[in-house]
């Protein structure tokens, strides 16, 4: 157990809805990570936030906005869903913005139908 | 731009037998890498890191892993492999001047009994 939770596990909703995916990391990490891991792409890096503030940006769609909180808990916000959007998100956390290592949440699983 | 390949997609081993999966980066400053493992429906768990100092890093679960900065390589390696190593491996690198921790697209370990 990383101390990274994530929630929910499972998820399946339909095109065109819109979800919101939950993090909180481990206790004393002010950085948090998402992730997202598919078949074709692999493990994607879409952004990061330290204490509330963005600090780094991948390769996240326009469609897709996360926040981190006071309480230092993330929230991933996925709309106008796809069927591409179908995937496996990661959330991690670390103490700092850089030079250290992420510990991974074990994921929630996206199925868009 | 970061980038870390791990050329083989797929390799099998037989129990029992020595392991070295490849990695390669490319990265401009002095790089902060990793191994993790992902075991099927489980998040990411950290190997091993390697940050400075000793080349040679020791991890969890008999792995290690050797930088080598000529080769913009870090290998990992294990001297006899168990039916539970049969997961997916990534490599990634970081920095302590760069936000983002960049994954290869992982190479899935299948062991024979």
């Known amino acids: 157990d990383s101390g990274v939770t994530q929630t929910p596990k499972h998820l399946i909703t339909a095109t065109g809805q819109r979800v919101t995916l939950r993090c909180s990391p481990r206790?004393?990490?002010?950085?948090v990570y998402w992730y997202q891991q598919s078949l074709d792409q692999g493990l994607q890096f879409l952004i990061q936030?330290?204490?509330?503030?963005?600090?780094a940006k991948g390769n996240i769609l326009e469609r897709f906005s996360a926040q981190q909180f006071p309480d230092l808990h993330s929230e991933l916000n996925l709309s106008s869903l796809e069927l591409g959007d179908s995937a496996l998100y990661f959330c991690?956390?670390?103490?700092?913005?850089?030079?250290?290592?992420?510990?991974f949440g074990e994921g929630s699983w996206l199925t868009v139908v | 731009a970061q980038s870390v390949t791990q050329p083989d997609i797929h390799i099998t081993v037989s129990e029992g037998a020595s392991l070295e999966l490849r990695c390669n980066y490319s990265?401009?400053?002095?790089?902060?890498l990793f191994w993790y493992v992902q075991s099927p429906g489980q998040g990411l768990q950290l190997l091993l890191k390697y940050f400075s100092g000793d080349t040679l890093v020791q991890g969890i679960k008999g792995f290690e892993a050797e930088f080598k900065r000529s080769q913009s390589s870090f290998n990992l390696r294990k001297p006899s492999v168990h039916w539970s190593d049969a997961a997916e491996y990534f490599c990634?690198?970081?920095?302590?001047?760069?936000?983002?921790?960049?994954f290869g697209k992982g190479t899935r370990l299948h062991i024979l009994p």
């Open positions: 991690a956390s670390s103490v700092r913005s850089s030079g250290n290592t992420i510990y």
């Open positions: 990265y401009g400053a002095t790089p902060y």
């Open positions: 936030y330290y204490n509330g503030e963005e600090r």
């Open positions: 990634a690198v970081g920095s302590n001047r760069d936000d983002k921790i960049i």
């Open positions: 206790s004393g990490d002010l950085s």
